[in-house]
């Protein structure tokens, strides 16, 4: 890597900024960065939503909008074909202007890392650099993902000179798949603050309102498999008649329909729709145990701040992040992806109290540390090492 004077420098590329998960990990990993002595700028090259994750970003982060026209493309996806390939057609010719952007940053070619922050939609590839900057694509989703995407879309990705994945999961199944490029690959896992948030008494005394209770923390979605998570909740029920109750914390398009589902099952009472919380945690510290249901995953955020919360975990074991996460079951509970049988004798489990849940809970604050700042910062400068 080029020996500069000053601080390390990375310049990272980013298409669109709303409120997700991607974002809160950008936000988090910039302030970081800076934070342990690094220059950090962000180049924005699609939509940039001025929200309050955006407001959290140090005002030691540099900015930089690659076109005045940034909005466009973030505009409601319209579901006319004819108007949806005018929609696609701006947003490209917009992310091609990053190939334009890079001689508007004062002294681009000092930067030790180029950075394509979201899964290789910036045309970093293209941007020309100096020849000892590291040329970097951060891949977030699963490998699933990765391998779904076509063919020329993978190989502008094998051009960069490192890829970053989130989980060791995602990098052994690219090494198996493309050996030739093992050297290329790395995981470093998004960073947290191990230290539990405050707690807003508010949500606090909400959630102690309806103890005891299970809890479901993340969009109410297709790819969250709540299917699963109702059925094996009304199968513990109707076997138990225990009092513990499902509570649903987060929003999404089909929570209405999730709402006419659980009423013809005759379980409006004990399954909670509570929509959005300012402090999951809050709901987590009260409940018997967090539970996450999905079809798929990268690495969930919530099963970590659920460990932050010392809670019990329980997730299904889907490619990839769970496994990982939990440390194959020892730091929590495993089930098979849409397994309602299993998942309703957990849930059995855990009411009745039958196992030392103190535990898994245990292991899991021990291992937390892969998740913290320092291992970030650490895993982060040996980019140009290995």
């Known amino acids: 890597m080029q020996q500069y004077k000053n601080h390390p420098k990375a310049v990272f590329f980013v298409r669109n900024f709303i409120v997700g998960g991607l974002e809160k990990v950008l936000v988090s990993a910039v302030n970081i960065l800076v934070n ?11 939509y940039v939503e001025k929200n309050h994750l955006w407001e959290d970003i140090s005002p030691k982060v540099k900015q930089f909008f690659a076109t005045k026209i940034w909005h ?7 579901t006319n074909p004819l108007l949806k390939f005018f929609w696609y057609l701006i947003s490209g010719i917009l992310v091609y202007l990053n190939k334009y952007i890079s001689p508007h940053i004062p002294d681009f070619d ?9 899964n290789g939609s910036s045309l970093v590839y293209r941007i020309p650099l100096h020849n000892k900057q590291k040329r970097i694509v951060w891949m977030h989703g699963a490998f699933s993902g990765f391998q779904s995407k076509k063919k020329f879309q993978r190989r502008k990705l094998f051009d960069y000179d490192k890829l970053v994945c989130l989980t060791e999961d995602f990098q052994s199944q690219f090494v198996q798949v493309y050996p030739q490029y ?4 790395c995981h470093i896992y998004n960073p947290f603050n191990l230290t539990l948030p405050e707690i807003d008494e508010k949500e606090k005394l909400k959630a102690q309102q309806l103890q005891p209770f299970f809890l479901h923390v993340a969009r109410i979605d297709t790819d969250k498999d709540i299917p699963t998570m109702i059925k094996a909740y009304a199968q513990f029920a109707y076997q138990t008649l225990s009092p513990t109750k499902l509570v649903f914390v987060g ?8 709402k006419k589902y659980v009423a013809k099952l005759g379980l409006t009472d004990k399954i909670i729709f509570n929509g959005l919380s300012s402090c999951p945690s809050a709901w987590m510290q009260q409940a018997k145990a967090l539970i996450l249901s999905s079809y798929k995953e990268g690495l969930p955020t919530v099963l970590i701040e659920g460990q932050i919360a010392k809670t019990l975990v329980v997730s299904c074991d889907c490619k990839e992040g769970p496994a990982e996460i939990l440390k194959n079951g020892e ?3 495993l089930f098979p992806v849409g397994d309602v049988e299993r998942l309703a004798e957990i849930l059995t489990d855990i009411d009745a109290d039958t196992f030392d849940k103190e535990k898994y809970i245990s292991l899991a604050t ?21």
Not at 251 to 258: A, L, M, S
């Open 110 to 118: 000092t930067y030790d890392y180029v950075i394509d922050f979201a």
């Open 251 to 258: 929003d999404g398009k089909q929570k209405d329909y999730f």
């Open 182 to 185: 093992k050297d290329k690959i």
């Open 366 to 386: 021990d291992n937390l540390f892969r998740f913290g700042e320092a291992e970030f910062v650490k895993k982060f400068n040996a980019l140009g090492k290995n």
């Open 72 to 78: 466009l493309p973030l505009f409601a996806k319209p």
């Open 331 to 333: 730091a929590g509970l």
């Open 36 to 46: 342990h002595g690094w220059e950090i700028s962000i180049v924005w090259s699609g």
